[in-house]
C-alpha cells in the first residue's frame, strides 16, 4: 500500500499528482476520487458573513504528518485504497486558493469514494492544523466545527 502525506506552503498541481498516482497503480486502480478543498471568500463559521482576507494555516512539523498518517492507515484498514495522497498547505492563503488535496486511488469507486469521505472528515477533527482567519472585523481561531464531530463521529458507527 502506497500512503503519502505532503505539508507544504507552495501551491499544489493536481493534474501531476493525478498522473502519478495513475502511473503507480500500472493499470490496477479502476478510480481515482479526487478532491480539493479551497479558501472561502465568507466567515460562515463565526457566522457574521464576513468577507475573509486570509485564512492562515500553522502547523507542527512532523507530529502533523503523523496525525494525517493515522487517519490514512485506518481508511486503509477499512477500505481497499492503495493509493493515498493528501497535500495540505500551510501559511496565509487568500479567497479561492487551493487548501487540501485528498487523492484516493482503488479497483473500485466505491472504496475511493469512502475513503477520501472518511479521510477528509478526518482531517477537519484530528490532523495537527490551527487556522486563524483574517476579516475586515479581526482575527479569530478556528476550531472544528459541530458538524465536522458529526461527520466524523458517523464513521464510528456500526456498518459506516
Do not use: C
Not at 4 to 19: K, L, M
Not at 30 to 49: P, S
Not at 68 to 86: F, G, K, M, Y
Request: proline letters at 3%; glycine letters at 6%.
Amino acid at each position: 500500500m502506497d500512503s503519502r502525506v505532503q505539508i507544504q506552503v507552495a501551491e499544489f498541481d493536481v493534474a501531476s499528482i493525478y498522473q502519478e498516482v495513475r502511473e503507480e497503480s500500472a493499470g490496477q486502480a479502476g478510480a481515482i476520487v479526487t478532491f480539493v478543498g479551497l479558501v472561502r471568500d465568507r466567515n460562515e463559521i463565526a457566522g457574521d458573513g464576513a468577507a475573509v482576507d486570509t485564512l492562515t494555516l500553522e502547523h507542527y512539523p512532523g507530529m502533523t504528518e503523523r496525525s494525517i498518517a493515522v487517519i490514512l492507515e485506518q481508511a486503509q484498514s477499512r477500505w481497499p485504497v492503495p493509493w493515498i495522497r493528501v497535500v495540505h498547505r500551510v501559511g496565509e492563503l487568500t479567497p479561492s486558493e487551493q487548501i487540501v488535496l485528498v487523492m484516493v486511488g482503488s479497483a473500485h469507486r466505491e472504496a475511493a469514494f469512502a475513503a477520501a469521505e472518511f479521510i477528509m472528515d478526518y482531517l477537519k477533527t484530528d490532523a495537527v492544523l490551527w487556522k486563524r482567519e483574517r476579516t475586515g472585523l479581526g482575527q479569530t481561531w478556528l476550531k472544528s466545527t459541530a458538524q465536522d464531530a458529526v461527520r466524523a463521529e458517523k464513521w464510528r458507527q456500526p456498518g459506516s
